[in-house]
Structure formats: structure tokens, C-alpha cells
């Protein structure tokens, strides 16, 4: 029983040991590098502060509205048959070749397939 103790104790030991053998050393104090001095930041930072509506978050303020270039009716009448397509998850990679057989394309698809 003592000796697996004294085992156990070892090989935590060594693992601890290994551990701090592997610290990085202390570099010091680095220099910063920025490419503006600090009257420049000072200045744009006093810009910042008083620049107006500077704690309102951009998605916050209201958009104007979007130029509607068709008819409600019609985006909705081609929803419709968009989902009424029996072939709307049908993918060419899905296929040999990369062909969709013909049998499961609609009508016009399958006629200028024929024409290429």
C-alpha cells in the first residue's frame, strides 16, 4: 500500500515538475506600437465623444423605405408556383452525368435541354 503511494506521489511530482520546466520567461514590459501619436489619438478621441448619437447603436436607427419595383400580387402568384413545383429540390449534381432525366424536369426545361 505504500508503495503505490509513494509511486502515486512521484508521478505527480514529475508531472508538476514538467510543467513549470515548460513556463515561458518574462520578457518584460514591451513597447507598444501604433502608428499615431498620442495627441492624435487625444484628438480623435474628444471627436468621438462628442459626436452626436454616439451610444445609439447604428442597428437602432430606423431605415427609410425600400423602392418597391413590383407587384405584391405577382411576387406572391410566383411564390405559389415556386411551391407547387414538384421539381424544386432537384439538383443536377444529384444525377449522372449532372443531366436531370427528362421525365422529371417540367416541360420547358426538358425542351431546351433537348435543343442543346
Avoid: C
Amino acid at each position: 500500500m505504500k508503495t503505490s503511494k509513494i509511486f502515486a506521489v512521484a508521478a505527480l511530482s514529475f508531472a508538476a515538475f514538467a510543467g513549470v520546466a515548460q513556463a515561458e520567461e518574462y520578457q518584460g514590459v514591451t513597447e507598444s506600437v501604433s502608428a499615431l501619436s498620442r495627441a492624435e489619438v487625444q484628438q480623435q478621441a474628444v471627436a468621438a465623444a462628442h459626436a452626436a448619437n454616439q451610444n445609439v447603436p447604428s442597428s437602432a436607427i430606423p431605415m427609410g423605405s425600400l423602392a418597391q419595383s413590383r407587384d405584391r400580387a405577382l411576387v406572391q402568384a410566383e411564390a405559389v408556383a415556386a411551391a407547387h413545383d414538384s421539381t424544386q429540390n432537384l439538383r443536377r449534381e444529384s444525377f449522372a452525368g449532372s443531366q436531370i432525366p427528362a421525365h422529371l424536369q417540367p416541360q420547358g426545361q426538358a425542351a431546351q435541354q433537348a435543343a442543346r
